[in-house]
């Protein structure tokens, strides 16, 4: 806090010293170009311009010159040639003295510039190799991520592949049992079907048998009526022979019963 008061303290010292020496520069030029001044002034206004010789700055070096030049008119006006060239010995010196520093001061401030445009320029270059970094990172983490996603994904193609297949046996092994089924069930009905057929013939043939036993116990009996009375032996033996016969026969009703 102390450093910055101080800088601020010769800051406006120097400001007002600047300010008033330059005022004082211009009193001495006012005076330098009245008309038909001595030279015994004009000594007067060398000896005033000695604390100005080797300053310079913005305001200083153009009036400072001016008066040189109108000093040294002076000197040659008044016959005093040698101190007219010394005088104007002192403007070139304090010329070219002033284009040094402006020279000076135009190369510190390009080579200043130039300093800051570099520092920008690897700043800019330092961001964009760190840009291009970034990138090559997101670049190989986008390859991982791309060749992860290519395994994940054909596993899981893989996976789907034996789903699908299983899948197709098990409906394979389901439409194989599902066929064998429906043959068992076709065979099944065909078998009902030559079985009921045969039922139906079986009953037909079974009630014609059951006439046919019925109307040859008629024939029998009265066969066996008719031999009755007689005594023949033979007949006696065909009367056995239709007993036989009725036995038979009414063995073979209760079977078709």
Do not use: W
């Not at 010159?65 to 010394?86: C, P, R, V, W």
């Not at 046919?212 to 009526?225: D, F, G, L, M, R």
């Amino acid at each position: 806090m102390k450093k910055l008061l101080i800088l601020i303290l010769l800051s406006a010292i120097y400001s007002f010293s600047y300010g008033q020496g330059q005022a004082e520069l211009q009193a001495i030029n006012s005076k330098s170009k009245t008309i038909y001044i001595k030279a015994e002034a004009l000594d007067q206004l060398m000896i005033s311009l000695r604390p100005f010789e080797n300053k310079h700055g913005d305001g200083i070096d153009t009036l400072l010159m001016d008066t040189y030049l109108t000093i040294s008119k002076g000197y040659a006006e008044n016959n005093h040639f040698k101190q007219g060239y010394e005088v104007y010995n002192k403007y070139l010196s304090y010329k070219i003295a002033s284009l040094q520093l402006y020279k000076s001061k135009t190369i510190a401030t390009a080579a200043s510039s130039i300093n800051t445009r570099r520092q920008k320029d690897n700043a800019a270059q330092l961001e964009l190799q760190n840009s291009i970094n970034q990138l090559t990172i997101d670049i190989d983490d986008l390859g991982s991520d791309r060749s992860a996603f290519k395994k994940y994904f054909s596993l899981a193609i893989i996976i789907l592949s034996l789903i699908f297949a299983s899948m197709l046996v098990n409906y394979g092994i389901k439409f194989k049992n599902l066929k064998n089924t429906i043959k068992e069930n076709k065979d099944s009905m065909l078998t009902n079907h030559r079985l009921g057929t045969l039922g139906r013939f079986a009953k037909g043939y079974q009630k014609e048998t059951f006439k046919s036993i019925v109307a040859t116990e008629n024939t029998i009996a009265q066969i066996k009526s008719e031999i009755k009375s007689s005594t023949d032996p033979n007949f006696k033996k065909a009367d056995l022979l239709c007993s036989s016969i009725l036995k038979a026969t009414s063995e073979l009703k209760g079977i078709n019963i």
